[in-house]
């Protein structure tokens, strides 16, 4: 049979399903003896608009190396699974009415049926989704773990809460270093024994590591729901652009900033992509300074305040609070309260990442507040300002004009007196003792010394007048835990008398309602407001009407649900055991699988899930559930693959769609048209584009020659553009090993790239060709029959495959997959010109091309007359002697010209070389009898007669 691809993958893609071929096996398990290899994609959030070709570029790249690890005789473990909680199916429950679990099963079974088609070697029988019950049971019991958990900074690790309380019950909270949050009062022992248990309660939750707390979000009332900062694009909502705010909410946070030190110390542990930590650097922010405490005049209020730089202290002219900052309404005063207001409320209407982005806006209003300078006493005007976040220090700034940039250009701006503290330098330099390292110093104690020095120097005398303390401060802040939706995991939460109680781990999972609609109630509480039977009955030990709460032994539950990241954060964990209904995963399964070998996704996820679930990580690990303190050894950040896409030209002010090469200086505007409307030659079938969008049915359309030519340009693949390719297509009309090879030979994997189809019959005709080595054609040009001949290769056959190997295994093991398909290509032009038939090449040619090609190769390996899968044949050995010239072509000159060539071996004397040259019928007929001068031999190279 001619190569016919859709038969030959829909035959060995049943193969692979009806056998588990690619089931790992769980330590414990007949015959497992082999080293274990974990290979994991971070798994996609099934959209209904399914895989474009975009999204396999990855997933390819992993499965090329798990087949390349089964094939050296490892346990390979590459699941998949699916991030099926999230916003976009709620929100189409809210448009339809459908229940977002029956919208993500037919989004699913979509992703599975392409996910198939192109061939991966994913083990199914592991499969996770975090909207299954089953699997989010283990979510609830990590959170409970979590909120049963404190962080012992002596011992640097998590520690359970009774811990806590028993050093409470021995000596109270002051000889503890623990974290907690900032507003936390000491207490003795005897105080704490004479609290009421809801009292305990409350201090405790300063302490967990999941806690309650009124905390600033980015609210998006049109969704009403929090969103993480990486939703929000440009102030809007990701998802509809809808207008997201500032808001004040009692939250479920998780006090990741207890990790903050080891999740920074930790990258130098594990070989991620630079960039990749480097954004993780940034994001945690570690900076070295001190805590000053400014008094507010006239009150009993402080004002901390965090500055990397107390040497300038002496520089502070004002200032700065974030507008959220809790005291900013207690010390306002009364004559500055509706300005401060109505720019809190205009604060409240620009996310944080706009705010931190925008240093070109100035904006802020005085408070009327005076704050005490603490060591001149004099008064320091106390204004709120945009560029300051709550979240970021203390919420509040000490400003320096004359040694910071943004500082010095608030205080031009607004009039505020700049004290020129310099003897001998231009006070509109500003920062100009940031550049040079000059101290800024007008007091005795710091005259003269270096910034080193004062530095040091400032905080001993801080501390000593009590007005502050040596502090290293991070950026990271806690993450807010909650989202107002219901699509989510919910929390195994019930309230009594407004406090949080745990469910049972026994009990989990505690599962969603139903809920009639999937909106906020009316009166603005979650969707989960809406259930009916949404209560705790803590005899029963079940969920029951909400009819029956009596805040006695039934108690209203939890009514938010947890973010997108909750059940991300360790389903890598899960996968090593995903059946386990006993525990989150057996320590058998977790020591023998430990952590993850290579781990490909995206760069977007730098800073959120990454970040989690190293956290999580490292809080499991500290409680002794997980083997390891970091989850992947080694990650890869794949490129995206571009899309190109087609514009039609509309002359403004008009209906009048213009062809490309007429435009000539009309002011147009570029409208995307749906690639699937235009041919090759960039021609837009016309009439096809009127259907597709009906409001040009009446336009006139300018053509060139007949033709309307459409414009081209290389941007983001994406449903929204129209410049989707479906990879069933290309799978149907070239085969999916056609698409595995042409993603990995688009370009470097850590690249993007554009697509392009048209390239694509390239690696088509590849495959026919390799196909064919295998091959000869029966007469009459019917069709072909499979010929393979047992006889010994040629030199120049194991020459090439030997290359080949050793090519190939170097840019498997160095990620090189563009290169690999270029050597295969060379390959089998090299054998065909050879014209090798021989079984001793085409058998490992075959595995070596399998994890590349993995259809063509299991066909050609069943045809070779081996039982099973290729998948486990070991992979060929480089073998250098293959590629050691063991003689050399010598061209023969006479008098300098070449006559003829000999081939004559590498480790012949010079003295044999010169008697077969000599006694060679080509020299006799060239010296006719006469005897040479002189014979030059240079050996390896040439050999000239001198006559």
Known sequence: MKYDHNAIETKWQQYWKENKTFKAENPGSAGVDKPKYYVLDMFPYPSGA?????????????????????????NVLHPMGYDSFGLPAEQYAIQTGQHPALTTETNIKRYREQLDKIGFSFDWSREVRTSNPDYYRWTQWIFIQLFNSWYNNDTGKAEDISILVQKFEAGGNTGINAVCDNDTEPFTADEWRNFSEEDQQKILLKYRLTYLAETEVNWCPALGTVLANDEIVNGVSERGGHPVVRKKMTQWSMRITAYAKRLLEGLDRIDWPQPLKDAQTNWIGRSEGAEVKFKVKGTAFEIPVFTTRPDTIFGVSFMTLAPEHELVREITAPEQKEAVEAYIEATAKRSERDRMADVKTISGVFTGAYAEHPFTKEPVPVWIGDYVLAGYGTGAVMAVPCGDQRDYDFAKHFDIPIPNIFKDVDISEAAYSEKNGTVIANSDFLNGLSYEEATKKAIEKLESINAGQGRINYRLRDAVFSRQRYWGEPFPVYYVNGLPQMIGVEHLPLKLPEVEKYLPTETGEPPLGNARTWAWDTEKNEVVSNDLIDHKTVFPLELNTMPGWAGSSSYFNRYMDAHNQDEFASQEALNYWKDVDLYIGGSEHATGHLLYARFWQKFLFDKGLLPVDEFAKKLINQGMILGTSTFVYRIKGSNTLISKNKIQGRETEPIHADVSLVNASDELDVE??????????????????????????????????????????????????????YEMFLGPLEQAKPWNTAGITGVHGFLKKLWKLYHSPLEGGQGDVFHV????????????????????????ENFSFNTSVSSFMIAVNELTAQKCNSREVLEPLAIIISPYAPHIAEELWERLGHQGSVAFAPFPEFEEKYLVESSKEYPVSFNGKMRFKLDLPLDMSTEEMEKIVLAHEKTQEQLQGRTPKKIIIVPGKIINIVG
């Open 688 to 741: 096809a584009f009127k259907e597709w969008r009906p409001e040009f049915r009446d336009a006139e359309f300018i053509l060139e020659d007949g033709k309307y030519i459409v414009g081209r340009e290389v941007e983001k693949m994406s449903k929204s553009k129209y410049n989707v390719v479906n990879p069933d297509d290309i799978c149907e009309q070239y085969g999916a090993d056609t698409l595995r090879m």
């Open 789 to 812: 001949s047992d006889d010994p290769a040629s030199k120049e056959n194991l020459k090439t495959l030997h290359k080949t190997i050793k090519k190939v295994v170097e840019d498997i």
């Open 50 to 74: 399914g895989l474009h070709v975009g999204h396999p570029l990855g997933y390819i790249a992993s499965d090329i190396y798990a087949r390349y690890k089964r094939h050296q005789g490892f």
